[in-house]
């Protein structure tokens, strides 16, 4: 039951993935726990009472707590009658009573999604949750700064930190940040419509500050959509970071005088404990130097390039050398997804040859190849190590039916391992057991033609 109930608050960060039925009966077990005083305002709860009193305080094995969820059950418990002049004053009075009954019997919450601009730190009952978590996620958007200085005062023990849709007035983020005596991960969300107003440098500088004082203890950083909005003079000073995640998927990627200090200041580092790269939309150079400058430990690498950047005449040249430095520099290397130009095969074959711990790969490309792209699949059946489990290729590799089959039937004579053999596009991907179905993917392929 503790598991169960653990789950629950864990995956319901996002309810609506949930069917209503589920929800329904999940929020109704909570509402047995709603004070009986709730009647006085015309709100019965729960709905559908139990015979007997609950077996469990199942609230007291909640470990996460999401706006949320708090907001989808009160819509479901309170019945939407247009004609009630006290609808609003009742969701309001049950919106209460719930984070009441979270902040007195959830004791064991270490992560908290704000997304409310209620002052719940004026709680009495809330100071103790409020210090007690390890984890808070902000949507700024709806969160005020009056908030955030308030909750400033109990929250100082935070592990992480993730800041959505930071607001052109980043001064009291920058105080929740900087009074954290914990923190070693940090997400931030920088909008490109955030720093338009004249005070641009100086937020801009308020932020970069602030996270170069928590630098030498961090060691998660994610930025995005638009990463050149931050001023890069903290990255030397992140001696300790393993998981690096810059995500430029709403930025310019032709930002040069901006990228020359992200260049100079990537000069000036060393990862000597990166482990995880990801990267979107970011210049070739800036993702070799950030490998160059790691300390050959990375296991895992993401990296994702727009279509634009791929149309440049020097993006063969450029993946090649990025690909060469990989099965050079990161030879732990166990998770790879990247962007290869079909020219480029030799140099994927080098990959594998080198990094002998690959698990997965995930490969993709801009160009159709044609007539097939079979040598991809003749390099991964004789080259790949034996730890190799999963496959991921973009739908432009065209691989023949001859050719998949005779990939199917050389991993199987081989005697290895069970492969998951991913296609992709961007709208799904279809998960195959080479062991259980090869034939049957190979038949399904050819009738769809998506193989040629």
């Known amino acids: 039951m503790p598991f169960l109930w653990d789950y629950l608050s864990r995956s319901y ?100 999604y704000w997304c409310t601009n209620i002052q719940l730190y004026l709680l009495d009952s809330a100071v103790p949750f409020l210090s007690n978590l390890c984890s808070i996620r902000l949507n700024l958007e709806v969160v005020t700064s009056i908030i955030l200085l308030g909750i400033s005062i109990f929250c100082r023990n935070l592990k ?64 995005k959509p638009d990463i050149v909005l931050i001023l890069p003079t903290f990255i030397p000073s992140l001696t300790n970071l393993q998981y690096l995640v810059l995500n430029n998927d709403e930025g310019q990627f032709k930002e040069g005088k901006k990228w020359n200090k992200w ?50 005449p020097s993006y063969p040249i450029d993946n090649k050398k990025l690909i060469k430095l990989i099965y050079n520099k990161c030879q732990k290397l166990q998770s790879l997804s990247i962007d290869v130009n079909p020219i480029n095969l030799d140099e994927i074959a080098n990959i594998f040859t080198k990094c002998t711990q690959l698990e997965e790969i995930r490969f993709t490309t801009n160009n159709n190849v044609f007539p097939n792209g079979d040598d991809l699949l003749k390099i991964v059946s004789d080259l790949s190590p034996m730890s190799l489990r999963e496959f991921t290729f973009g739908d432009k590799w065209n691989f023949s039916v001859k050719g998949l089959e005779s990939f199917f039937d050389d991993w199987k004579r081989k005697n ?37």
């Open 13 to 112: 960060e996002y309810p609506l993935d949930k069917k209503r039925k589920t929800r329904e009966k999940v929020y109704n077990v909570i509402a047995h726990f709603l004070p009986t005083s709730l009647s006085i305002h015309k709100i019965d709860l729960p709905l559908k009472p139990f015979d007997k009193p609950p077996l469990f305080e199942y609230l007291s094995f909640f470990t996460c707590i999401s706006q949320y969820w708090v907001e989808d059950m009160k819509q479901l418990l309170i019945v939407n009658n247009e004609d009630d002049l006290y609808n609003d004053y009742k969701l309001k009075i049950l919106e209460h009573e719930i984070f009441e009954l979270i902040f007195n019997s959830c004791k064991k919450v270490k992560h908290f």
């Open 160 to 223: 992480e930190i993730e800041a959505d849709y930071c607001d052109e007035d980043t001064s009291s983020l920058v105080t929740f940040i900087r009074v954290q005596k914990r923190l070693e991960s940090l997400c931030l969300y920088i909008d490109n419509n955030i720093f338009l107003d004249n005070n641009i440098e100086e937020q801009n500088k308020l932020l970069s500050d602030v996270i170069k004082e928590k630098a030498e203890n961090l060691k998660r950083i994610t930025l």
């Open 263 to 312: 260049e100079y200041y990537l000069s000036k580092a060393f990862f000597r404990d990166l482990r995880y790269l990801e990267t979107l939309n970011i210049p070739n150079n800036i993702e070799r130097l950030i490998i160059e400058k790691s300390g050959g430990k990375i296991s895992k690498i993401i990296l994702g390039h727009l279509l634009e950047q791929q149309d440049f």
């Open 416 to 452: 290895r391992m069970p492969i998951t053999f991913i296609h992709y596009n961007d709208q799904w991907d279809e998960r195959i057991l080479w062991s259980d179905n090869h034939v049957e993917m190979v038949e399904k392929y050819r009738n769809e033609r998506v193989i040629r």
